[in-house]
Nanobody, 124 residues
Framework: QLQLVESGGGMVQAGGSLRLSCAAS????????MGWFRQAPGKEREFVAR????????YYADSVKGRFTISRDNAKNTVYLQMDSLKPEDTAVYYC?????????????????WGQGTQVTVSS
């Protein structure tokens, strides 16, 4: 079992930055691939970023590539999402999730554990 708690969301103006954190408790955090997803009102949950168990490989959705950075600190059982140059279309609830598989996968159904989400609102 793995429990995930996101923090760091809030309201920011377009062009600003936020850093989301996801703290994990439970067994063997470092063995999990971690991901960030987001869901805007009336839309499906979509992939944002993914990081391998040791941080060696990262993947991003095209919509955030070059603006967002995913990282992890296994000693602190935490994964981060640094979000820069934010746009109003980035407004959503952001979720972190854990995947037991190491093969890159993009859909929400592939992930085994989820946090409760944190709201990010970007005003124009």
């Amino acid at each position: 079992q793995l429990q995930l708690v996101e923090s760091g969301g809030g309201m920011v103006q377009a062009g600003g930055s936020l850093r989301l954190s996801c703290a994990a408790s439970g067994r063997a955090f470092s063995s999990y691939t971690m991901g960030w997803f987001r869901q805007a009102p009336g839309k499906e949950r979509e992939f944002v970023a993914r990081i391998s168990w040791n941080g060696g490989r990262t993947y991003y959705a095209d919509s955030v590539k070059g603006r967002f950075t995913i990282s992890r600190d296994n000693a602190k059982n935490t994964v981060y999402l640094q979000m820069d140059s934010l746009k109003p279309e980035d407004t959503a609830v952001y979720y972190c999730a854990a995947d037991t598989e190491r093969t890159p996968r993009w859909g929400p159904a592939a992930y085994d554990y989820w946090g409760q989400g944190t709201q990010v609102t970007v005003s124009s």
